[in-house]
Nanobody, 114 residues
Framework: QAQLVESGGGLVQPGGSLRLSCLVS????????VAWYRQAPGNQREFVTR???????SYTDSVKDRFTISRDNAKNTVYLQMNSLKPEDTAVYYC????????WGQGTQVTVSS
């Protein structure tokens, strides 16, 4: 059974918004920070944002003031609200714990294009 499952991607125009969801197993959600990563074609997977168990977030510079990470303790879910999307945000988005579980899910595709 997958410990983290991503959903919510899609096709959006530049300047648009999407909200991604990461359903996390209860054990991981309670004990570990969760992060979002992304991988664009031809690029390595890169860190985007993380949220600690106390709710404290941190972001890579390229998404600050545009993306917001949050967690719903009742649903064991971490969200990534993405606003003012740019074509360079196009990638497959993954979530994982920190440290990671040793495996990666299928991710969710985000495509920003007119």
């Amino acid at each position: 059974q997958a410990q983290l499952v991503e959903s919510g991607g899609g096709l959006v125009q530049p300047g648009g918004s999407l909200r991604l969801s990461c359903l996390v197993s209860r054990a991981i959600f309670r004990l570990l920070p969760v992060a979002w990563y992304r991988q664009a074609p031809g690029n390595q997977r890169e860190f985007v944002t993380r949220i600690d168990t106390d709710g404290r977030p941190s972001y890579t510079d390229s998404v600050k003031d545009r993306f917001t990470i949050s967690r719903d303790n009742a649903k064991n879910t971490v969200y990534l609200q993405m606003n003012s999307l740019k074509p360079e945000d196009t990638a497959v988005y993954y979530c994982n714990s920190i440290p990671n579980t040793g495996s990666w899910g299928q991710g969710t595709q985000v495509t920003v294009s007119s």
